[in-house]
């Protein structure tokens, strides 16, 4: 078996077709969305996701601003930043670009974001949201994985979804959004023993892990749905995921690429959550007029 291939370019571009006629609607209602990101120090990798994360915002017609700190800036500094977005009414999402270095504390910093504005759903009330099943921001990632789940006609309900991973961004909400539409979850992580045992198990399994190309094809069952979060360089530092491909793809029925997956998916959720952000601030009077 060859397994379909999930593509997150295509299904991102056709979302992002939906966002920029939303975008278009707002702004002649008279309220651009507005999207402000802030990356604190020279991580190459960082620098890549906030210049796409800017290209597309601008790409789709919103407003961009990117605010670029040095590593040595204060949490005092940054929060001052952020308290000046969040009271500016031509912005709609905020995002703080993680990791942040050492010195500043990542949960204030969240914290500090004004819930409205908070497009990562990463804010504790955007999480508590998520969980009982209120209207609230989802994390970008796991939003953009059952958008692409949904878009390519893979139902959850009565499925076992494997999650390896369990981070509070990634790991953590995928097994809250997919026990919402009704899959079975099970988490596994670093501490798990006989990891196949219980991702042989899955009907869907999703990889965060951080490892590169870690999972093989023996650890998924024939037919099984395999999405692969990871993002890592391998012996000849070409990007790869956590899932070996070539393998896995012989063994799976549809499995998502690296690059190409689950990283433009991201994306173009933030810019949802962005455009949602804006069409509550129209409502509530909250917008900015254009001049
Ligand atoms: N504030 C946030 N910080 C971080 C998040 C996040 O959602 N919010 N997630 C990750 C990084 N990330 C977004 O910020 C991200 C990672 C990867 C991609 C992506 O499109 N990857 C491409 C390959 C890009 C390359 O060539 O290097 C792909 O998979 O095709 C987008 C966003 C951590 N920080």
């Known amino acids: 078996m060859t397994a379909k291939l999930i593509s997150g370019v295509t299904i991102g571009k056709e979302i992002r077709e ?15 969305p507005g999207l402000a990101v802030i990356l604190v120090g020279e991580n190459p990798a960082s620098q890549t996701y906030v210049k796409n994360k800017e290209k597309s915002s601008i790409e ?20 001052g930043h952020i308290e000046e977005l969040n009271s500016d009414d031509s912005i709609h999402g905020i995002l703080v670009q993680l990791p942040l270095p050492k010195h500043i504390n990542e949960d204030l910093v969240i914290r500090s974001i004004d819930p409205n504005k908070d497009v990562d759903g990463f804010h504790p009330q955007n999480v508590g949201k998520m969980i009982i099943g209120q209207e609230g921001f989802l994390p970008c990632t796991p939003y953009g994985i059952m958008e692409m789940l949904e878009r390519s006609g893979i139902s959850v309900a009565g499925k076992h979804a494997v999650i390896i991973g369990r ?14 539409k009704d899959a ?14 219980f991702t042989k198990q899955a009907d869907i399994l999703i990889v965060a892990i951080g490892r590169a190309k870690f999972v093989t094809a023996d650890f998924v069952k024939e037919g099984a749905v395999v999405i692969d979060v990871g993002m890592n360089r391998d012996e000849n530092g070409k990007l790869c995921g956590d899932v070996d491909f070539n393998t896995v793809k012989e063994v799976a029925s549809a499995i998502t690429p690296v690059p190409g997956g689950v990283g433009p998916m991201t994306i173009t959720m933030l810019l949802k959550n962005t455009v949602l952000s804006a069409e509550t601030a129209l409502q509530e009077g909250r917008c900015k007029q254009q001049a």
């Open 18 to 32: 939906e966002i920029a006629t939303s975008v278009l609607d707002l702004t002649t209602e008279g309220c651009q």
């Open 60 to 79: 789709v017609g919103m407003k961009s601003q990117l605010i670029k700190l040095p590593d040595t800036v204060s949490e005092q500094e940054l929060l």
């Open 167 to 180: 981070s509070n961004i990634v790991g953590k909400p995928m097994g809250q959004l997919l026990l919402q």
């Open 184 to 197: 079975t979850v099970t988490y596994c992580h670093s501490r798990t023993k006989d990891l196949p045992s």
